[in-house]
């Protein structure tokens, strides 16, 4: 197993073992034996490649990895100009990734997790992509932000390399995908800077070479770019004092492992990968010279890396100049790691004290809301939206401030019918809600929660339906509205990383354009809450817009 600073895993590491049985009565979760290990693995869809770790988690929070499986199936490929993923390029990625299903459950692994990166991130296909995955495989993707990437690299880095505590004596980490580049600065306590930018081997390639060799206007012209980029990024970081680079990613690896073979090693693969800056720009000045077949017979050269590695190669040489760095160490952990690492912090702090909430509907709302192991980030972020789009609606669905309240209760608790199962997990949702003992709440009160709670997702209301006969008629129509209201929400946190920071409707005589706001690539969002037009037109008799506001 790898260790980074030990005081850090400790305080990563989850602590199931220490908890009674007691406690865990009180919490709400299930007394009795907890499982010696659990099996956890954890997916990486990146622009390149996709990657699988599978690994055995022990109650200690120590882990064994299992295996490791890698396809490169470049999912990006031809897409960077119309920001689109392939068909053939999602096709590949959907059999790659049923491939790693079955191999996960042949191996016992009973949780998984799967992140997607840059390529479905900017791709306004990308919902489509995340879609057909969970439709064919039943299996969730979540489309994650760039800066939670750089964080989920810095977390399996750190675990891997020690880093150090010194505030005088900061590491880089440069994670070069085929999409994007990960900057991440800092120590094993704290990241000091995290940027992400479009600058990945695959993008750099498709979008500047042409020419085989490449031309000199076409490699200019990518440096250029290169520097216009990364330079005000690298400005920052130089403010601090950096006395160490780590290198993670393929395209890092490939071109270490050629530089082995240029020194001379034997078997670059199994030693210690480093890029030293002269041999990084022999490397670079040699491959731009070359053809794509002869660049393919560059010893250690990777056959699906053989574009990227020129864009790669001059990236690399103008961070390390530019820092004056002499070498950069390969780490093997990056992202994937981070995810699995990340999870055992979360696992531990699933079954800590819970907040005291004093308000007792409150209260027992998120009581039932956390036996349930529900999302809370996500679903806090739906109720604050939802409540936002409830206040920006008012004028046309004039409901009173009490069905505000019900809502955000139902938001909370959307989601709590994966505890079942995730097929029609919003009808399990219902159910469990209905049951759920909630206290303080009259019982048409809970009928509204638990049917908005069920109508956020699938059909429509309908008055045959077993959960809407139970309200009263007056109730009917408030639910049919606020269901539509969390629907948006949910879709505008589709990802699940508050990407929308902010809301606002334009109400119109027939049409209403909801402006969202967002630093960040919205596109999975915008893509989800389009698809709810109809039924918004239907509830609301206005056409709907959907429009990102850019910070």
Same mark, same amino acid.
């Given at each position: 197993m790898? +260790?980074?600073?030990?005081?850090?895993e400790?305080?990563?590491a989850?602590?199931?073992?220490?908890?009674?049985p007691?406690l865990?009565?009180?919490?709400?979760?299930?007394?009795?034996d907890?499982?010696?290990?659990t =099996?956890?693995g954890?997916?990486d869809i990146g622009?390149n490649?996709i990657?699988?770790v599978m690994?055995?988690i022990?109650p200690?929070?120590?882990f064994?990895?299992?295996?490791? $499986?890698?396809d490169?199936?470049?999912?990006?490929?031809?897409?960077?100009?119309?920001?689109?993923?392939?068909?053939?390029?999602?096709?590949?990625?959907?059999q790659a990734?049923r491939?790693?299903?079955?191999?996960?459950e042949?191996?016992?692994v009973?949780?998984?997790?799967?992140? #997607?990166?840059?390529a479905?991130?900017e791709? =306004?296909n990308g919902?489509e992509f995340v879609q057909r995955?969970?439709?064919?495989l039943?299996?969730?993707?979540q489309?994650?932000?760039?800066? $939670?990437?750089a964080r989920l690299?810095?977390? @399996?880095?750190?675990? #891997?390399i020690d880093?150090?505590?010194?505030?005088?004596?900061?590491?880089?980490?440069?994670?070069i995908?085929?999409?994007?580049?990960?900057?991440?600065?800092?120590n094993?306590?704290?990241?000091?800077?995290?940027?992400?930018? =479009?600058?990945?081997?695959?993008?750099? #390639?498709?979008?500047?070479i042409r020419?085989?060799? %490449? @031309?000199?206007?076409?490699?200019k012209a990518?440096r250029?770019?290169?520097?216009?980029?990364?330079d005000?990024i690298i400005?920052r970081?130089?403010?601090?004092?950096?006395?160490?680079?780590?290198?993670?990613?393929?395209?890092?690896?490939?071109?270490?492992?050629?530089?082995?073979?240029?020194?001379?090693?034997?078997? %670059?693969?199994e !030693?210690?990968?480093?890029?030293?800056r002269?041999?990084?720009?022999?490397?670079?000045?040699q491959?731009?010279?070359m053809t794509?077949?002869?660049r393919?017979?560059?010893?250690g050269?990777?056959? =699906?890396r053989?574009?990227?590695?020129?864009?790669?190669?001059?990236?690399l040489?103008?961070l390390?100049?530019r820092l004056?760095?002499?070498?950069? $160490?390969?780490c093997?952990?990056?992202?994937r790691?981070?995810?699995?690492i990340d999870?055992?912090a979360?696992?531990r702090?699933?079954?800590?004290?819970r907040a005291?909430?004093?308000? %007792?509907?409150?209260? !027992?709302?998120?009581?039932l809301a956390e036996r349930?192991?529900?999302?809370r980030?996500?679903s $806090?972020h739906?109720a604050?939206m939802a409540a936002?789009?409830?206040?920006e609606l008012q004028?046309?669905?004039?409901l009173?401030?009490?069905?505000?309240e019900?809502?955000?209760?139902?938001?909370?608790l959307?989601?709590?019918g994966?505890?079942i199962?995730?097929?029609?997990?919003h009808?399990?949702g219902y159910y469990?809600?209905?049951?759920? !003992?909630?206290k303080?709440?009259?019982?048409?009160?809970?009928?509204?929660i638990?049917n908005?709670a069920?109508?956020?997702?699938k059909?429509?209301?309908k008055?045959?339906?077993?959960?809407?006969?139970?309200?009263?008629?007056?109730?009917?129509t408030?639910?049919?509205?606020l269901a539509?209201?969390?629907?948006?929400?949910?879709?505008?946190?589709r990802?699940g990383?508050?990407i929308i920071q902010?809301?606002a409707c334009e109400?119109?005589e027939?049409?209403v354009?909801?402006?969202?706001?967002?630093?960040s690539?919205?596109?999975?969002e915008?893509?989800?809450?389009? +698809?709810?037009?109809?039924?918004?037109e239907?509830?609301f008799?206005? +056409?709907?817009?959907?429009?990102q506001?850019r910070?």
């Open positions: 790898h +260790r980074g600073h030990e005081d850090q400790k305080r990563d989850p602590m199931i073992a220490s908890t009674s007691e865990l009565r009180v919490l709400g979760e299930p007394a009795g907890l499982p010696r290990v =099996k956890f954890a997916i622009t490649s990657h699988l690994a055995e022990s200690q929070g120590d064994k990895v299992l295996g490791r $499986e890698k490169m199936v470049q999912l990006g490929k031809g897409g960077f100009g119309e920001h689109r993923l392939t068909d053939r390029a999602m096709e590949d990625g959907i990734l491939r790693f299903k079955k191999m996960a042949l191996l016992g009973t949780k998984l997790r799967a992140v #997607a990166t840059s479905v991130r791709a =306004k919902g995955v969970r439709d064919d039943d299996l969730r993707v489309v994650i932000a760039a800066e $939670e990437e690299i810095y977390v @399996g880095v750190r675990h #891997a880093m150090g505590l010194s505030d005088d004596r900061q590491t880089l980490i440069v994670d995908g085929g999409g994007s580049v990960e900057l991440i600065a800092g094993a306590q704290r990241i000091q800077e995290k940027a992400s930018a =479009k600058l990945g081997g695959s993008r750099l #390639a498709e979008l500047f020419g085989d060799p %490449p @031309g000199t206007d076409e490699v990518m250029r770019h290169i520097r216009t980029r990364l005000p400005e970081i130089r403010a601090l004092p950096i006395h160490r680079g780590i290198a993670t990613s393929g395209s890092a690896k490939n071109i270490a492992i050629m530089c082995g073979y240029a020194r001379g090693e034997a078997s %670059p693969e !030693s210690r990968l480093r890029i030293r002269d041999e990084l720009q022999a490397l670079r000045d491959l731009v010279r794509r077949e002869e393919l017979r560059v010893p050269m990777d056959a =699906k053989v574009d990227a590695c020129i864009p790669a190669s001059a990236l040489l103008r390390m100049k004056d760095l002499d070498v950069l $160490e390969h093997e952990f990056a992202l790691e981070g995810v699995m999870y055992i979360r696992h702090e699933k079954i800590q004290a005291t909430w004093p308000n %007792p509907r409150s209260r !027992s709302v998120m009581h349930c192991d529900f999302r980030a996500h $806090e739906v604050a936002r789009l409830f206040d004028p046309i669905h004039k009173d401030a009490s069905y505000k019900l809502l955000s209760y139902a938001c909370l959307h989601d709590i994966h505890l199962s995730h097929d029609n997990h009808k399990h469990l809600i209905r049951n759920g !003992s909630l303080g709440f009259s019982d048409q009160e809970v009928e509204i638990a908005v069920r109508y956020h997702r059909e429509r209301p008055k045959n339906h077993y959960s809407f006969e139970q309200l009263d008629n007056e109730h009917r408030p639910v049919r509205v539509v209201l969390l629907r948006l929400a949910d879709a505008l946190d990802t990383f508050s902010e809301v109400i119109g027939k049409a354009v909801l402006q969202v706001k967002s630093s690539d919205a596109e999975i915008l893509w989800c809450a389009k +698809r709810h037009a109809p039924l918004f239907r509830e008799d206005r +056409r709907l817009s959907v429009r506001d910070n």
